[in-house]
């Protein structure tokens, strides 16, 4: 079975510091990794997402993101935090085809101190 | 439309009510998927249409839950005899059944309180 695990329920950075993410998966077949953001009170937002391709993926927003096969882990990296990346992220594992659901972690509330 | 749509946007309702959720996918989107998000969680899989066809019905909590999807553009998520265990924001999202590995579109959620 898929899962995710994201360590830490809640980070927090100063604006113009490094964001990083952690997002730990366990699939039996080769993952479809994502990573969608919600800011309050709407849906989720696609950031990235890693299909097997290159292994450093690009997102929206300066985000980026590193599937690391030996490690199990896909974390989410920023350089510069904005206070505008305050919102909750969460990290997701699919098996790939057209038909498979996505499961979520638990997510990750990233607060940006001035 | 341009973008996945869920109305109404909010509901109260009371214990043993029952309630119905809409949701407009992105016109052309092939696949349909609910989702249900307790406070502080993330998203939980209830359901999923290819069409009008509900292929994956696995995350549904109980019989109370019920989801069509007729024509298979425009999904309804029905929930009978509410509990206040059902509170949550439901998600609703869409994507291209071709589209294999772009994610999901979802909509803005329906947040339920059942009080």
């Known amino acids: 079975a898929q899962s995710v695990t994201q360590l830490g329920s809640h980070v927090s950075v100063s604006e113009g510091a490094l964001v990083l993410l952690r997002c730990n998966y366990s699939?039996?077949?080769?993952?479809?990794l994502f990573w969608y953001v919600q800011y309050p009170n709407q849906g989720l937002q696609l950031l990235l997402k890693?299909?097997?391709?290159?292994?450093l993926v690009k997102g929206i927003n300066g985000f980026e993101a590193e599937f690391k096969k030996s490690e199990t882990s896909f974390h989410l990296t920023k350089p510069s935090a904005h206070m505008s990346d305050a919102a909750e992220y969460f990290c997701?594992?699919?098996?790939?085809?057209?038909?498979?659901?996505?499961?979520f972690g638990s997510g990750t509330r990233l607060s940006i101190r001035p | 439309g341009a973008g996945v749509s869920q109305s109404p946007r909010y509901k109260v309702a009371k214990r043993g009510q029952d309630v119905a959720l809409r949701c407009d996918p992105i016109s052309g989107h092939v696949s349909l998927f609910w989702y249900q998000q307790a406070l502080g969680q993330g998203p939980e899989f209830l359901t999923y249409?290819?069409?009008?066809?509900?292929?994956?019905k696995s995350g549904l909590p109980s019989d109370r839950f019920f989801a069509e999807r007729p024509e298979g553009s425009v999904s309804t998520l029905k929930i009978q005899r509410t509990q206040q265990e059902d509170s949550a924001v439901y998600l609703c999202?869409?994507?291209?059944?071709?589209?294999?590995?772009?994610?999901?579109?979802f909509g803005s959620g329906t947040r339920l309180t059942v009080v």
């Open positions: 699939s039996s077949v080769p993952p479809y």
């Open positions: 999202a869409s994507s291209l059944a071709e589209d294999r590995v772009g994610g999901y579109t």
């Open positions: 249409f290819q069409n009008e066809a509900q292929l994956d």
């Open positions: 997701a594992v699919s098996e790939g085809s057209s038909a498979s659901k996505i499961i």
């Open positions: 890693y299909t097997s391709a290159a292994t």
